[in-house]
């Protein structure tokens, strides 16, 4: 898989909080199957599937927003120059990841400039 059509499914996704697994719990649009929990069979218990030490809520999102803020160089040559090959996708639904990409961009571009105004205001 090229890097920058990996780069561009991380940030899609944002930073994770529960165990995924592509090959298993593959969605129809590509993305990882989240696992909630997960079930031992040493003892028969279910535990949560979250990560340790996996952000959440308004951290996770300053986070996402802090990533999102960072362009990488991406061939656009279109389907089949090897972009995505590995991942089965259609010219099509690489151009919707790349429209989304730039939505959330752009929504985080309006989140941080509004944190940045809010701790502007509180300094005063």
Known sequence: MDCAAAQ?????????VHLTDKSIFKTEDYQLGVVHKLW???????RLAK??????????QELWDYQLQ???????????DG??????L???QVEKEREQL???KAEAAVRRAQRQKDQAAEQQ
């Open 90 to 92: 259609t010219a099509e």
């Open 8 to 16: 561009r499914r991380l940030l899609l996704r944002g930073p994770p």
């Open 102 to 104: 730039k939505q959330l």
């Open 70 to 80: 960072f362009d990488f160089p991406e061939k656009d040559h279109g389907h089949g």
């Open 40 to 46: 031992f069979s040493c003892d028969g218990e279910e």
């Open 51 to 60: 990560l340790e030490g996996a952000l959440e809520g308004e951290a996770r």
């Open 83 to 88: 972009d995505d090959e590995d991942e089965g």
